[in-house]
Nanobody, 123 residues
């Protein structure tokens, strides 16, 4: 129904930076909470962070290194990833909350998912 299309994944060296983008379809992007999750092989999908009303919330492993922003005119949310570590290697998923949902702490809070984009941090 709602499509979220991610781009920007790839291979980067430890300490490097990468920016992911997620373009959303639909007519109410600006009032929807947007977020990012990630999943490493053999691991459960975990929260990276989310943004609501211009304020972003981050999970502990990425706080201080990653930044979530959005451009409502472009229906796009971004994940700026700095000081990347090998343990950041995962498939990164864009997520959108349903109407009136102001946080995305849990998988069940998510209304729509992107297809995922691979981020590999390795030397």
């Amino acid at each position: 129904q709602v499509q979220l299309v991610e781009s920007g994944g790839g291979l980067v060296q430890p300490g490097g930076s990468l920016r992911l983008s997620c373009a959303a379809s639909g007519t109410t992007f600006s009032i929807k909470t947007m977020g990012w999750y990630r999943q490493a092989p053999g691991k459960e999908r975990e929260l990276v962070g989310f943004i609501h009303n211009g304020s972003a919330t981050y999970a502990d492993p990425v706080r201080g290194r990653f930044t979530i922003s959005r451009d409502n005119a472009k229906n796009t949310v971004y994940l700026q990833m700095n000081s990347l570590k090998p343990e950041d290697t995962a498939v990164y998923y864009c997520a959108q909350g349903p109407p009136f949902r102001s946080s995305l702490y849990h998988l069940a809070d998510v209304g729509s998912w992107g297809q995922g984009t691979q981020v590999t941090v390795s030397s």
